[in-house]
């Protein structure tokens, strides 16, 4: 699901820099020459700055090699597909060289000298290129003082002994090891780094101490008067013991950053023969001022008593992707400034109230991917500073526990309610829990200060009634993506679940089964500038259903047949791909739009396209011509009446449906007894004129019985003095034995009004077919409007358009719905028989122009 709405929660998309050059060719700054098959430098002009010479077959690069590129300042000449040997101050004409990168390579041959005379370089890239300790040794580096970064990860170094000059790189920061097989080192192979200040060391996966046995007073602390601010010595299979010796070891020398990732302390779950760490592994790093301690990837089974004691200024310690089960009684004792304590992806079953003790500063408890069923109610609440916690995908029920703090994670849990208790908060994320009913939701967006609200893959679908109003919410981001909320509304209930947001600014509505907007329900939305109706049902938007500065709307898969155009007034981006479009001429006036609006449209061409009719099925809706449309413009000097009378008849409408929507039954009880009243009995009293009956009803023989229930009850004198109506059916009226054509025509023809009941039945039967066309060319002959068309049960539109007679009627004229509320039932058949009454005309009427179809561009 592609999320527009991103573009307003701050998401930037930025468009990845291009480089406009074709391949193996130079545009006097940047020299692309990769994958060229080239055996030597190439000629570049003197201005070139980049040159890109990776993945070619260059063998040697000699001092002669290179032209004198003055402004060069990064040469790319990784991975040659053949050895390669670097001579004597090879790069010696381009003085100015800041990076150069020689990675993936197998250098053959390097020359101690290869590196001089490049006293501007600062990053030098010798990842995987198959060398030896030699390579530090032998002094290669020496006489590079701006050198600041040096990859030698993936090599094949045993030892570490730095050569002297080292000691003189006074730009060094950063020194990558890791990947090499480095089994031990001590403090005399790192001297000429003593006195220096690196940002980052890595001694990653070089089974470093792990496979020897050190004699740590001899080989005393490797990292002795430096100050590293990242050191990883991750992934190198560190047990209890190992960690133990190398902080006692390192003592007193400086890391903030301490990566000890990928371990295998730890008994793991449902072992015991080895050792989770205790008060003692971490002892040595007293003095070492860690900031940032990395444990995850390891075993840790049991947080032991007083485990990081000594560890009085660290701020960030992760325990991520451990096995984590149980916190013994003041294992946190000690971490007086921790502020991010990461304990995701671990095995914690249940949380007690002095599990977190000691931790007066910790703001942010990350709690995520264990299996934590059930809390404490006091487990957070004396820590003071805590600002956010997360409990995301564990299996908690109830919330009871939840502090007052400002942002709360409490999604992909098992809750079924929420507890009726004081809550604040600005973030709130309850997403994939199994809320229903919709109280839930009233209930938070009461909660004071919520800025963002995610309840996306729940289960809202039931309501209650009578909420309070709400008040000046302050809720700026609702995500509802993926409820039933259709279930909810379509009872009439809860409508005015968005009263009050004011401050709204994004909503998501996705997946929710939408076949309609209930009118009104996003007026109070007068922030709102991002909507995501995606994937719903909605076949038709009403003016006014939008709010009102609505910018960003995404109304994707959905089943959209012909919107109107001034609908998307007001937006800058419009989603409408995958809908359900009529390519008929009601759609001109959209299609016109999409070829010449403003609006940013979203998807490609061929994601906007026809469903119906058949033949235009699949084709884009740019590709469809609106010529022979034309009609519309006769209309235009109509419009600005036609307009003011929609309006005026719209607010009507609106009104009297809300009113009547509530109380309808009663409405048309009491209505229809005033007018008994008032008229007395002369609705009877109707004159006659010069047709055999007032009606034929025509339906399927299958329908037979409701039809006698429903309406011929109701309706038919025959079957109750009460009755007005001389009905025409064929069960009782048909000529037996006379040809069933003639029946039909004759029926048609001597009654003031045709009733075609349009059940399923009617659509599978070819006779009420015939018949339905024989009405609509009497209609067409008298110009009069004698068929009335009644839709019974749920049929689609889309079941109606398949056929040929029905669509064209449906397209033209205003048909009934058999009402689904039975209280509706005596309104409708009173309804039925004034059309039944009504006298015709004889006009034509506007609306009865055969629509042209339309035609594609070929
Ligand atoms: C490089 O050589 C291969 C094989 O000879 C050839 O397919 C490819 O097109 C050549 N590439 C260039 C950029 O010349
Ligand atoms: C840790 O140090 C102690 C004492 O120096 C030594 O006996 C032990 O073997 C060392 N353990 C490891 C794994 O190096
Ligand atoms: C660390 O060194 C200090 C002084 O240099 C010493 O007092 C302390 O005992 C040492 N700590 C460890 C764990 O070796
Ligand atoms: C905790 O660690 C997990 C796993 O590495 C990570 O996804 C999450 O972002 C971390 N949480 C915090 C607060 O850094
Ligand atoms: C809602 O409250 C905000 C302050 O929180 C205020 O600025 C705004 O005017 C209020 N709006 C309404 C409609 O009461
Ligand atoms: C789109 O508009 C252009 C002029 O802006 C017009 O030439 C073209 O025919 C239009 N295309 C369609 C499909 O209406
Ligand atoms: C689109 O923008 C141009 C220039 O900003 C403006 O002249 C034109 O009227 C706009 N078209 C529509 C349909 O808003």
Redesign the pocket.
């Known amino acids: 699901m592609g999320d527009h709405l991103d573009l307003l929660l701050g998401v930037v998309l930025m468009a990845s820099p291009v480089l406009g050059i074709p391949s193996c060719s130079s545009d006097g700054q940047v020299a692309l020459y990769r994958f060229c098959n080239l055996t030597q430098v190439p000629q570049v002009l003197s201005t070139t700055k980049n040159l890109l010479l990776s993945f070619n077959y260059i063998k040697t690069v000699t001092t002669t090699s290179f032209p004198f590129l003055e402004q060069l300042q990064l040469l790319e000449l990784g991975t040659q597909f053949t050895p390669l040997t670097i001579d004597k101050e090879a790069f010696r004409n381009l003085p100015n060289l800041r990076i150069l990168d020689l990675g993936k390579n197998q250098i053959d041959f390097l020359h101690p000298d290869a590196f001089q005379g490049l006293p501007h370089l600062f990053e030098l890239r010798l990842f995987s290129c198959g060398l030896s300790d030699a390579v530090l040794k032998d002094g290669y580096f020496r006489n590079l003082e701006s050198l600041t970064r040096l990859d030698l990860s993936i090599n094949q170094i045993r030892g570490l002994y730095l050569h002297p000059s080292f000691q003189d790189l006074n730009s060094l920061k950063s020194i990558d090891f890791s990947l090499n097989q480095i089994p031990i080192v001590c403090e005399h192979g790192l001297e000429p780094l003593q006195g220096k200040t690196l940002s980052f060391l890595s001694l990653a996966k070089n089974n470093l101490y792990s496979r020897v046995s050190v004699d740590w007073k001899k080989c005393m602390n490797p990292f002795r008067n430096m100050v590293l601010e990242t050191l990883d010595v991750s992934g190198n299979g560190w047990t209890v013991d190992v960690t133990g010796n190398f902080s006692s070891a390192i003592n007193g020398s400086q890391i903030f950053s301490l990566v000890l990732a990928y371990h295998i302390m730890g008994s793991g779950f449902g072992f015991h023969n080895i050792k989770d760490p205790d008060r003692n592994t971490f002892a040595g790093l007293a003095r070492s001022s860690v900031i940032r301690l990395d444990l ?1 990837h390891g075993f840790i089974f049991s947080l032991n008593f007083r485990l990081f004691e000594t560890l009085k200024e660290l701020k960030v310690l ?1 325990l ?2 451990n096995k984590i089960n149980k916190i013994t009684d003041g294992a946190f004792y000690g971490l007086d400034n921790l502020q ?1 304590l ?1 304990m ?2 671990n095995l914690l079953g249940e949380l007690y109230n002095s599990n977190f003790d000691g931790l007066p500063k910790v703001a ?1 408890v ?1 709690l995520q991917k264990n299996h934590i069923g059930i809390i404490q109610a006091e487990t957070f609440r004396f820590l003071e500073k805590l600002e956010t916690l ?1 409990l995301r995908d564990n299996a908690l029920k109830t919330i009871n526990f939840i502090p007052n703090i400002p942002n709360i994670f409490l999604g992909g849990n098992k809750l079924v309610t929420l507890p009726n208790i004081q809550l604040t908060a600005n973030f709130i994320h309850l997403s994939e829990n199994r809320l229903e009913n919709l109280d839930y939701l009233y209930f938070l967006l009461q909660v004071p200060h919520l800025q963002i609200l995610i309840l996306n893959q729940n289960r809202f679908s039931t309501c209650n009634k009578g909420h309070a109003p709400s008040k000046n919410l302050s809720l700026e981001q609702l995500f509802l993506g993926e409820n039933m909320l259709q279930l909810a509304w379509e009872g009439g209930f809860c409508w005015d679940v968005f009263k009050g947001l004011f401050h709204l600014q994004v909503l998501y509505l996705n997946n929710n089964y939408l076949n309609f907007l209930p009118p009104g329900v996003f007026s109070d939305l007068t922030a709102l500038r991002g909507l995501s109706l995606n994937s719903n049902r909605l076949t038709a938007l009403s003016p006014g259903d939008l709010p009102a500065n609505l910018e960003v709307l995404d109304i994707s898969r959905n089943q959209l047949l012909s919107p109107d155009p001034d609908l998307f007034a007001s937006l800058s981006a419009l989603d409408i791909t995958h809908n359900k479009f009529i390519c008929e001429c009601e759609l001109s006036a959209f299609i016109n739009w999409l070829n010449q609006t403003n609006v940013t449209i979203f998807g490609s061409h061929a994601d906007i396209y026809c469903m119906y009719p058949d033949s235009f099925s699949g084709a884009s809706l740019y590709s469809v011509s609106t010529e022979g449309c034309d009609e519309e413009e006769f209309f235009k000097s109509l419009n600005f009446s036609l307009f003011l009378l929609f309006t005026v008849t719209l607010t009507l409408f609106l009104m009297t449906v809300l009113i009547v929507t509530k109380f309808r039954g009663s409405c048309f009880t009491c209505y229809m007894t005033a007018q008994r009243l008032v008229f007395k009995d002369r609705t009877r009293g109707r004159e006659t004129d010069t047709y055999k009956y007032d009606a034929y009803l025509c339906f399927s023989s299958k329908d037979f019985e409701w039809v006698q229930n429903a309406l011929l009850t109701h309706l038919d004198a025959q079957y109750s003095d009460q009755n007005r109506f001389k009905l025409c059916f064929e069960e009782r009226d048909f000529v037996p034995g006379e040809n069933h054509i003639t029946n039909i025509q004759d029926a048609v023809w001597s009654s003031r009004k045709v009733v075609c009941l349009v059940s399923r039945h009617f659509l599978g039967d070819g006779w009420c077919l015939e018949a339905f066309s024989y009405a609509q060319s009497r209609c067409l002959s008298d110009l009069n409007s004698a068929l009335i068309m009644v839709v019974v049960g749920s049929l689609s539109q889309y079941q109606l358009m398949k056929h040929q007679s029905i669509r064209g009627f449906v397209q033209t004229q205003q048909y009934l719905r058999w009402p689904e509320d039975l209280q509706d039932v005596g309104w409708f058949l009173n309804k039925l028989s004034q059309h039944i009454l009504k006298k015709e005309k004889g006009t034509k009427k506007d609306n009865n122009i055969p629509l042209e179809a339309l035609a594609t561009i070929s």
Do not use: E, L, P, R
Request: aromatic content about 28%; hydrophobic content about 20%; cysteine-free.
């Open positions: 995850s992760n991520a992707y991010i990461n995701s992806y942010y990350d997360d």
